[in-house]
């Protein structure tokens, strides 16, 4: 797997600091979440239209 930059992560403008929130990369075929605290733990991949589907749902419900 391609190595994901720091650089192609982006993190919500509502995270504050010392909350917890996820950093997100997309590549074209794998979006790649992450800690945004803990960046050198764990992460996990998904395929853009399960996450989409994800957004879709955490959209609804607020």
Do not use: I, Q
């Amino acid at each position: 797997m391609r190595s994901v930059t720091s650089r192609t992560r982006s993190t919500s403008t509502r995270c504050g600091e010392g909350e917890d929130c996820v950093e997100v990369a997309t590549c074209p075929h794998t979006v790649h979440v992450r800690d945004s605290r803990v960046t050198d733990g764990p992460t996990f991949a998904v395929a853009p239209a399960a996450w989409t589907t994800f957004l879709g749902h955490a959209a609804a419900d607020g």
